[in-house]
């Protein structure tokens, strides 16, 4: 097979791993800078140039799109399915995920359990806003952050109102959720692929912080899930249309939370926690699935 991965550095661990074991299993693989790509759109013959050159016929395509660059990396993502090329998640997934509150929104939807969640851009009665997800401390996030920049614990009323006034001041969308105390700084992430769980890993904060993202000095180790977590971590997935993704769950009184469904993970973290090879398990699922214009959408999304 040829599989293209959209990365715009070669030299990530994650992206080093995946042409590693793609090249391991006798596939040509290219890494190809997603920004440096532009698009011949056109109804007859629709393609994706590179480098002064249109690139050659590839199978499949992993997306390793980046957070800051969703809009222009889907768009290319999508310019590949309309060519026949399969990719591993689709362009109307990746921004579905993208979407914190539209993400929540469809995990809701489907009765997949979460933090009570408030979502605002300029409350008239802050203080309802924070009551109705029962009360400080809570959690307030920025609705574009990532690897833990913008989300805020307030621990009491009073800061809380603060902290989500000079956000209101920037004129930044926010949500706001209950702090889930009982899950101790921890979270799971569940590495989903071809809807099962490959891998997982317990995400533990540093002292002093509650964030447990691995950016933020948080440490990682093997964990063994519940029937329960595997299941939404698997739910929370089918949701989003992602093929490959993980998800991040929370431990709390009533049973495992998403917080978050991640369209383009890293394999740093989970590789070495669990000591498997989930790199090759994904080119293993690629090279199972691609087929041509085998996507829901056909680029058409």
Known sequence: MRIAILSRNANLY????????????????DVIDTMHCYMD?????????????????YDAIIPRIGASVSFYGTAVVRQFEMTGTYSINESVAISRSRDKLRSLQLLSRKGIGMPRTGFAHHPDKIDDLIKNV??????????????????VLADTQKAAEAIIEAFMGLNASILVQEYIKEAGGSDIRCLVVGGKVIAAMKRQAAPGEFRS??????SASLVRLSPAERKTAVEAAKTMGLNCCGVDILRSNNGPVVMEVNSSPGLEGIENATNKDVAGMIIDFIAKSAKPH????????
Do not use: F, M
């Open 134 to 151: 029962g009360g400080a401390p809570v959690v307030i996030k920025l609705l574009e952050g990532t690897q833990g920049i913008g989300v």
């Open 213 to 218: 993202n691995l950016h933020r000095g948080g």
């Open 294 to 301: 085998n996507t829901k959408t056909k680029g058409t999304g």
């Open 14 to 29: 994650s992206t080093k791993r995946l042409v590693e074991a793609g090249r391991d299993r006798g596939h040509e693989v």
């Open 41 to 57: 759109i056109t109804s007859a013959k629709p393609s994706v140039r590179y480098k002064g050159k249109r690139l050659p016929k």
